[in-house]
């Protein structure tokens, strides 16, 4: 069975402060990996996503995701928060083979503090 | 940029109601998608489509079911609403399904009263 665990529903973060999302997952096999992001009123919007190669992965808006296999993890990265970063993050997983649907975790709220 | 089109931001029916859901995309996608977002619950996929006039169920498929006549299309139907699937809808298409991203629409809040 696959599954994605997001352990904190809100995350408070000072501006200019480097912000962590966590996301750990289980899944059969090896994972593809993907982050999103849900301003107010808006549909979900594509951050980064893993699919083999450099553990690193840049997105946009300047996130990065470490894919840790060991500890079956993909933290949400930024170096220094901004204002405009405060919204919904999701994490998701897909099992290379076998099922197709895409798993979401249950959503971490940020919020930067100016 | 892809577009993916809801028909209705905000809709209100009554129990009982039949209920569609519009979803259109433009990029000429094979993959379409419903999901239902609710809080503490995160995403979760009631149907998805893979080509026209193909279906399968997602996690979340009773109550629900679902339509594409055209590639561009994907309706979501209730055939009676009940109160407990007041939620907000969101349509996702994508190229393909398996590591490429999916593109969202802004999502149809609906409350059965």
């Known amino acids: 069975a696959q599954s994605v665990a997001q352990p904190e529903d809100q995350v408070n973060v000072a501006e200019g402060n480097p912000l962590t999302v966590k996301c750990t997952y289980s899944?059969?096999?090896?994972?593809?990996l993907f982050w999103y992001v849900q301003y107010p009123n808006r549909g979900l919007q594509f951050l980064l996503k893993y699919i083999t190669g450099d553990n690193l992965v840049k997105g946009s808006y300047g996130f990065e995701a470490e894919f840790n296999k060991s500890q079956t993890s993909f933290h949400l990265k930024k170096p220094s928060a901004l204002v405009s970063d405060s919204a919904l993050y999701f994490c998701a997983v897909r099992a290379q083979t076998g099922a197709n649907n895409l798993f979401f975790g249950t959503g971490t709220r940020l919020t930067v503090i100016p | 940029d892809v577009k993916v089109t809801q028909s209705s931001r905000y809709l209100v029916k009554r129990t009982g109601e039949k209920v569609f859901l519009e979803c259109v995309q433009d990029m000429d996608h094979e993959n379409m998608f419903w999901y239902r977002q609710d809080p503490g619950l995160g995403l979760r996929l009631i149907y998805f489509?893979?080509?026209?006039?193909?279906?399968e169920k997602g996690d979340i498929p009773e109550g629900y079911s679902v339509s594409r006549e055209k590639k561009e299309r994907f309706s979501l139907i209730l055939e009676s609403a009940s109160t407990n699937q007041t939620s907000m809808y969101l349509c996702a298409s994508s190229l393909s399904y398996r590591n490429e991203k999916l593109f969202f629409g802004s999502g149809t809040q609906l409350s059965v009263l």
């Open positions: 899944v059969s096999g090896n994972p593809y």
């Open positions: 489509s893979y080509d026209v006039k193909m279906k």
